[in-house]
C-alpha cells in the first residue's frame, strides 16, 4: 500500500516533484560527435546580416549542422570573376566551433539571366538554357573544389516546388534534371560529397494529404506531382532527400508524411535518407515569412522548437534543422538602406534588437528558445536513439492514490505522446509531453506512467528551463521489475524521466 498524507482527515498524494536535483549541463558543439540537431543561417548571400555575430552563439548551443546559402548571385558578380571571401568566413567560422556547414547551392545570377534585376538574389530564376546551365555549373564547380574536405553535405537548389523560388512555373522534370547535372559535377569536384535535393516546401501544406489514398495540391497537378517527376529524373544521383516542414502544429501529419517520403523513395531507390531543412515559427506577430498569421510569442515559439525538432527525430530524420539562428529582414527584393522592425520575421533563437524608432540596430539577445535548443542539443548529444515506447500513459490510475488530470473522457487523451530513448552506452530515458494546440493551448496538468523496468531513482527534467527534480519517494512503486510513477507534471512540450542513478544524460547533479 502506498503511504499517504494525512491532511485535513482526508487522505492525499502529493504532488510528484521534489527538490532540484541537477539542471542539464550545456554542451559544446566541437565536443558532441554527432547529434540530429542542427540550426539555419541562411540569406547571408543578401547581404543582411554579419553572419559572423552567430559562431560563438553556434558553439555554445551544441548544434552540429548549420545550413547556408552558397548564393551564386554574390559569389559571381563579373563573368568568370569568383569572390569567395564571405563564404569562406562562414565555412571557417562555423566549423572553428565544431559545427558542420552544409552548403545549400542556389539562386540565379543576373549576370547570365536578364529575367533577374541587377543586384538581386534572383532566387527565382533557375538555369534552365543552356548557356545560364554551363555558367551554373563552373560556379558549383568552383564551389565545391574550394570546400573540399571543409564541406561534404551539398544541397541542390532551394524550395523549388513553390514559384517563389522557380518563377517559370513549378515543374518537376526540370528540377530533376538539374539536380542530375549538378550532381554529376559536384562529384566530379569530390568524389565524397555527399548530395541532398528536394528541399520541398508544400510537401505538408494543409491541404496535401487526402487520406491515405495519396496527396493533391489545390488541383495543381505540377505541385502535387513534383515530388516523383524529379525523383524520376535523378533518384540514382542523391544521398538525401531535403524537405521544409512549416506547419502551426508541430506535429502535424508528420507521420503520414515521413511515411508518404519513404514510401515514394522505395519506387525509384532505397537507401536514401532524409533530412528536415528548415523549420521553425516566430516569437511575435509578424507580417513576413511563413506561419505569419498568428499571434506568436516566445513561450510559443520555445515549445515549438522543442516539439517539431522532437518529433522530427522520432521519425528518423538524420539530422533536423530549425530556421533560424538570427531574426532577419525577410522581404529581400528591395532592401532598403535602413531595416526596421516592419519587414523582420522573428524567427531567430537570437533575438533583434530594435531602437525607439523600430530601426535594427546590429545587436541580439538570447530568446528562451535559445535555451530550449541548447537543452535539447545537450539531450541528444550522447547519441541517443528512439527504441520504441517502453512506458504507457496510466491515466486511468485510482485518483485516490493519485492519478492524473487525464481521463479517458478527456478529449485531449488522444493526444497523449512520448517515446523511449537509448544512449550507445545503453542507458535509457523516457519523453512524453501532451500534443494540444501550441498557438490556443497553455497546458499544464498531470499524468502517471507506469515504466517497463525497474528505476533506482527517478528524476524528471523540464527540457524548457532544464531542470531536474527528484521525485518524492511516495509517488514511486516499484513491483515486478517495473515502476509507476503517480502525478507526474504534464506540459504541452517534451519533458524527461530519467534514471539518475544510471543516466548518462550531461547534468549537473545537486547534493
Known amino acids: 500500500m502506498l503511504p499517504i498524507q494525512i491532511i485535513d482527515g482526508q487522505p492525499k498524494l ?77 565555412v571557417d567560422g562555423i566549423s572553428a566551433q565544431g559545427a558542420s ?19 538581386s538574389r534572383a532566387c527565382g530564376i533557375a538555369p534552365l538554357s543552356e548557356e545560364v546551365m554551363r555558367a551554373w555549373l563552373a560556379y558549383v564547380l568552383q564551389v565545391v573544389r574550394r570546400y573540399e574536405g571543409r564541406v561534404r553535405y551539398y544541397e541542390i537548389w ?90 502551426p502544429d508541430p506535429e502535424g501529419k508528420a507521420g503520414a508524411l515521413y511515411r508518404y517520403i519513404r514510401k515514394t523513395l522505395g519506387k525509384y531507390r532505397k537507401g536514401i535518407g532524409i533530412v528536415q531543412g528548415e523549420t521553425g515559427t516566430h516569437a511575435a506577430f509578424s507580417r513576413a515569412g511563413a506561419l505569419n498569421a498568428f499571434e506568436w510569442t516566445d513561450e510559443k515559439q520555445a515549445k515549438y522548437l522543442l516539439r517539431r525538432l522532437y518529433t522530427d527525430i522520432v521519425h528518423g530524420a538524420f539530422f533536423t534543422s530549425y530556421f533560424s539562428m538570427f531574426d532577419m529582414y525577410e522581404s529581400h527584393a528591395n532592401i532598403p538602406a535602413r531595416l526596421t522592425r516592419e519587414n523582420f520575421g522573428f524567427y531567430g533563437v537570437l533575438g533583434a534588437v530594435f531602437d525607439g524608432n523600430g530601426n535594427f540596430t546590429g545587436g541580439y539577445y538570447r530568446r528562451p528558445s535559445y535555451y530550449a ?43 497523449l505522446t512520448g517515446d523511449t530513448f537509448r544512449t550507445p552506452e545503453g542507458k535509457k530515458f523516457e519523453m512524453y509531453y501532451m500534443a494540444s494546440s501550441v498557438l490556443n493551448v497553455d497546458y499544464g496538468g498531470t499524468v502517471s506512467l507506469i515504466v517497463e523496468r525497474a528505476l533506482q531513482e527517478p528524476v524528471f527534467i523540464d527540457t524548457l528551463s532544464g531542470k531536474a527534480y527528484k521525485l518524492h519517494e511516495e509517488n514511486v512503486v516499484r513491483e515486478d521489475g517495473k515502476t509507476t510513477l503517480l502525478r507526474l507534471p504534464l506540459k504541452d512540450y517534451p519533458c524527461i524521466i530519467c534514471d539518475l542513478a544510471d543516466t548518462d544524460l550531461p547534468l549537473e547533479r545537486m547534493e
Open 373 to 415: 535548443l541548447q537543452n535539447l542539443c545537450a539531450i541528444f548529444s550522447r547519441g541517443a536513439k528512439k527504441c520504441g515506447r517502453e512506458f504507457r500513459f496510466a491515466a486511468l490510475c485510482n485518483a485516490y492514490w493519485g492519478g492524473s488530470d487525464v481521463s479517458e473522457y478527456d478529449p485531449l487523451k488522444k493526444y
Open 101 to 119: 556547414p552544409w552548403i545549400c547551392l542556389c539562386y540565379g545570377n543576373p549576370v547570365y539571366d536578364t529575367r533577374a534585376p541587377a543586384g
Open 158 to 247: 532551394n524550395e523549388p516546388d513553390g514559384t517563389h523560388c522557380w518563377k517559370s512555373g513549378v515543374n518537376g522534370k526540370e528540377y530533376g534534371r538539374l539536380v542530375r547535372r549538378t550532381a554529376e559535377c559536384i562529384k566530379k569536384a569530390d568524389a565524397g560529397a555527399r548530395i541532398l535535393a528536394g528541399s520541398m516546401c508544400n510537401l505538408i501544406r494543409l491541404d496535401r494529404f487526402c487520406g491515405d489514398i495519396g496527396i493533391r495540391f489545390d488541383g495543381d497537378a505540377a505541385v502535387s506531382n513534383f515530388f516523383e517527376d524529379w525523383l524520376s529524373e535523378a533518384a540514382d544521383c542523391i544521398d538525401y532527400v531535403t524537405v521544409h516542414l512549416y506547419r
Open 14 to 90: 502529493a504532488a510528484a516533484l521534489g527538490q532540484q536535483a541537477g539542471k542539464l549541463i550545456p554542451q559544446k558543439s566541437k565536443d558532441i560527435p554527432f547529434s540530429p540537431v542542427g540550426i539555419g543561417l541562411e540569406k547571408a548571400d543578401a547581404e543582411i546580416y554579419d553572419p559572423s555575430a552567430a559562431y560563438p552563439y553556434i558553439g555554445d548551443l551544441g548544434v552540429k549542422w548549420v545550413r547556408i546559402q552558397s548564393g551564386w548571385a554574390r559569389c559571381e558578380k563579373e563573368r568568370g570573376v569568383y569572390d569567395f571571401g564571405w563564404l569562406d568566413g562562414m
